[in-house]
């Protein structure tokens, strides 16, 4: 069963904050002589979120790909209730993919033994994306098709729905962008016809600019933001990547490794041109104290631009969303071993014909989606050494990964994977899987559902019992079930199995909605 809201009994709100008192269950383990002794912790904490869900703009770098122009005309057609018609019927929008819109927490089982199940979104008090006046879409791209004709070049959504959403998008048009062909694939070239020059920066910052190296780009960025929030009334605002790939910035003792380093460099005509385009969007954000989400597999959060924001506490999180391919695996590995089995081959092959699988035909550009699908495993097979076992050496699955571009299937990605695990007694199980990955519309929600955490995350606060409040860690973590290489502060696991990635986020928001951590335990149901 499933309810729209539920209170807890005996919890009461104040109509400033949504808070609660939980106790946080943990271990401390040490080892002695190659023994571990665990020693169970308890700590006292309050959690607390503002309730106010504050307007909400969330600025993509890319707006106008597959991805931008997906999430835009389907976000529009949820906000306005748009339906539109197709050969199997009339369909009406949704945010399925949406793990925050479409997805339930168990509440609890009633007396006559019925489970009963609220939306996810009722947890916290999340910015709705429903209302038009709560949520908004706005950005860049090198690009300067308006948002109607980028949506038609996607070829995504249904024409019947395009004919439609075409008064709401024709009149949006990217913001001019920053472009360096060095860090995307050459046969992106054709498409910069909206960048960033002296004369607009003049524009932008009412002054001449000196454009020796990359600060002035970071000006403009950040007078754009400013000018965008003001122009739409927000009080907030979330930047996001989703533009083409990059290859992967040099990380350079002296240009990019710390704080000082990257802030210097960006005033060299020299070393700035080892700061991506990406990077710049990352530090501009940081100075504006905006939430920023690196949603493709480059290194844009290089060791200085961590350091940044953390000492400004300005949120960063990503890296690449884990839409299909990726998502499948971080489930099926996770479940091989932890039933015991174990892969010890893994061949993941895709072809995809949009402008993303162009982009990555480029080997540079390849390089880095290969190095984020790979590490994916990583931490569940080193959860097993009863699995992987070989002394002195750290034994892992074979595992090759091949994306090619073919033009025919478009944004109908195709993804096929074979995994071969050893079963008992030296036997060998086979598992072949065929996926067609829609990949725009599986990850346009993911976008915002990004954005809509990034954006909570930044109200939720936590304390000892009269400490200081505290904001969460400034690297996201908490937002790893949505990323292929999540991002975590230094000296911290990551964690890359999808169902404690969804337990972890689920959890928090559980203790501040004053409901039990999901513990599956259900001791009503097996004890008499
Ligand atoms: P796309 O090629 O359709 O869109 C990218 C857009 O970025 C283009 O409009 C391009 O003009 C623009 N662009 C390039 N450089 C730019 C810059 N410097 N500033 C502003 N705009 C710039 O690609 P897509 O399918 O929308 O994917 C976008 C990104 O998301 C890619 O990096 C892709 O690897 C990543 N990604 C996508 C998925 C998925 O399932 N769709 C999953 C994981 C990651």
Same mark, same amino acid.
């Given at each position: 069963?499933?309810?729209?809201?539920?209170?807890?009994?005996?919890?009461?709100?104040?109509?400033?904050?949504?808070?609660?008192?939980?106790?946080?269950?943990?271990?401390?383990?040490? &080892?002695?002589?190659?023994?571990?002794? =665990?020693?169970?912790?308890?700590?006292?904490?309050?959690?607390?979120?503002?309730? *106010?869900?504050?307007?909400?703009?969330?600025?993509?770098?890319?707006?106008?790909?597959? /991805?931008?122009?997906?999430?835009?005309?389907?976000?529009?057609?949820?906000? *306005?209730?748009?339906?539109?018609?197709?050969?199997?019927?009339?369909?009406?929008?949704?945010?399925?993919?949406?793990?925050?819109?479409?997805?339930?927490?168990?509440?609890? @089982?009633?007396?006559?033994?019925?489970?009963?199940?609220?939306?996810?979104?009722?947890?916290?008090?999340?910015?709705? !994306?429903?209302?038009?006046?709560?949520?908004?879409?706005?950005?860049?791209?090198?690009?300067?098709?308006?948002?109607?004709?980028?949506?038609?070049?996607?070829? =995504?959504?249904?024409? +019947?729905?395009? *004919?439609?959403?075409?008064?709401?998008?024709?009149? %949006?048009?990217?913001?001019?962008?920053? #472009?360096?062909?060095?860090?995307?694939?050459? /046969?992106?070239?054709?498409?910069?016809?909206?960048?960033? @020059?002296?004369?607009?920066?003049?524009?932008?910052?009412?002054?001449?600019?000196? $454009? @020796?190296?990359?600060?002035?780009?970071?000006?403009?960025?950040?007078?754009?933001?400013?000018?965008?929030?003001?122009?739409?009334?927000?009080?907030?605002?979330?930047?996001?990547? $989703?533009? /083409?790939?990059?290859? #992967?910035? !040099?990380?350079?003792?002296?240009?990019? +490794?710390?704080?000082?380093?990257?802030?210097?460099?960006?005033?060299?005509?020299?070393?700035?041109?080892?700061?991506?385009?990406?990077?710049?969007?990352?530090?501009?954000? %940081?100075?504006?104290?905006?939430?920023?989400?690196?949603?493709?597999?480059?290194?844009?959060?290089?060791?200085?631009?961590?350091?940044?924001?953390?000492?400004?506490?300005?949120?960063?999180?990503?890296?690449?969303?884990?839409?299909?391919?990726?998502?499948?695996?971080?489930?099926?590995?996770?479940?091989?071993?932890?039933?015991?089995?174990?892969?010890?081959?893994?061949?993941?092959?895709?072809?995809?014909?949009? /402008?993303?699988?162009?982009?990555?035909?480029?080997?540079?550009?390849?390089?880095?989606?290969?190095? @984020?699908?790979?590490?994916?495993?990583?931490?569940?097979?080193?959860?097993?050494?009863?699995?992987?076992?070989? !002394?002195?050496?750290?034994?892992?699955?074979? *595992?090759?990964?091949?994306?090619?571009?073919?033009?025919?299937?478009?944004?109908?990605?195709?993804?096929?994977?074979?995994?071969?695990?050893?079963? #008992?007694?030296?036997?060998?199980?086979?598992?072949?899987?065929?996926?067609?990955?829609?990949?725009?519309?599986?990850?346009?929600?993911?976008?915002?559902? &990004?954005?809509?955490?990034?954006?909570?995350?930044?109200?939720?606060?936590?304390?000892?019992?009269?400490?200081?409040?505290?904001? #969460?860690?400034?690297?996201?973590?908490?937002?790893?079930?949505?990323?292929?290489?999540?991002?975590?502060?230094?000296?911290?696991?990551?964690?890359?199995?999808?169902?404690?990635?969804?337990?972890?986020?689920?959890?928090?928001?559980?203790?501040?909605?004053?409901? !039990? %951590?999901?513990?599956?335990?259900?001791?009503?149901?097996?004890? &008499?």
């Amino acid at each position: 069963m499933l309810v729209d809201s539920f209170s807890v009994a005996g919890k009461a709100d104040t109509t400033e904050y949504k808070s609660s008192k939980f106790v946080y269950n943990n271990t401390e383990v040490e &080892m002695k002589d190659g023994h571990a002794v =665990v020693t169970p912790t308890h700590k006292e904490l309050e959690i607390r979120i503002s309730q *106010h869900a504050p307007k909400t703009g969330l600025m993509l770098v890319g707006f106008g790909g597959s /991805n931008g122009s997906t999430l835009l005309g389907g976000l529009l057609a949820n906000q *306005h209730n748009i339906s539109w018609e197709r050969k199997d019927g009339v369909c009406n929008p949704n945010f399925f993919g949406s793990m925050i819109e479409s997805s339930t927490v168990r509440l609890g @089982t009633t007396h006559a033994g019925e489970d009963v199940y609220a939306p996810f979104r009722s947890l916290v008090p999340f910015v709705d !994306p429903k209302n038009p006046d709560q949520f908004m879409l706005g950005g860049w791209d090198i690009n300067n098709d308006n948002m109607y004709a980028a949506m038609q070049k996607a070829a =995504v959504l249904d024409v +019947t729905l395009q *004919h439609k959403l075409r008064p709401y998008m024709e009149n %949006i048009t990217p913001m001019p962008s920053v #472009f360096d062909i060095n860090f995307v694939a050459a /046969n992106q070239e054709d498409r910069a016809n909206n960048v960033i @020059t002296a004369e607009y920066a003049k524009e932008m910052l009412g002054e001449e600019v000196d $454009t @020796t190296g990359r600060r002035w780009y970071v000006e403009v960025i950040k007078a754009q933001m400013r000018k965008f929030k003001e122009e739409n009334n927000l009080e907030k605002i979330v930047v996001l990547w $989703t533009a /083409n790939t990059e290859c #992967f910035a !040099p990380i350079i003792e002296g240009v990019n +490794t710390t704080e000082a380093e990257l802030l210097a460099s960006l005033k060299d005509a020299e070393k700035s041109k080892h700061i991506a385009p990406s990077s710049l969007f990352a530090i501009a954000a %940081i100075e504006e104290k905006v939430t920023f989400i690196n949603g493709s597999p480059q290194n844009t959060l290089v060791p200085g631009v961590i350091e940044y924001a953390v000492r400004n506490r300005s949120m960063i999180g990503g890296d690449d969303f884990k839409s299909g391919q990726t998502k499948m695996k971080s489930v099926l590995t996770d479940f091989l071993v932890s039933s015991g089995i174990k892969p010890t081959c893994i061949a993941s092959y895709n072809h995809l014909g949009n /402008n993303d699988g162009l982009n990555l035909s480029s080997p540079a550009q390849f390089r880095s989606k290969e190095i @984020t699908k790979a590490n994916v495993v990583d931490d569940i097979v080193a959860s097993n050494d009863i699995l992987y076992k070989r !002394p002195g050496e750290i034994e892992k699955p074979d *595992h090759c990964i091949v994306i090619k571009y073919l033009k025919y299937v478009g944004d109908s990605k195709r993804a096929m994977d074979e995994y071969t695990s050893e079963i #008992f007694m030296r036997g060998k199980n086979t598992i072949v899987l065929h996926n067609t990955c829609e990949d725009s519309l599986l990850a346009a929600p993911i976008i915002m559902d &990004m954005a809509l955490c990034g954006e909570m995350l930044g109200r939720l606060e936590i304390r000892e019992p009269n400490g200081e409040w505290e904001n #969460f860690h400034p690297v996201m973590n908490t937002i790893s079930f949505f990323c292929k290489a999540p991002r975590v502060p230094d000296q911290t696991p990551i964690i890359n199995a999808l169902p404690a990635q969804r337990a972890c986020l689920e959890n928090i928001l559980r203790c501040v909605a004053g409901l !039990p %951590i999901e513990t599956n335990m259900r001791l009503e149901n097996r004890v &008499m």
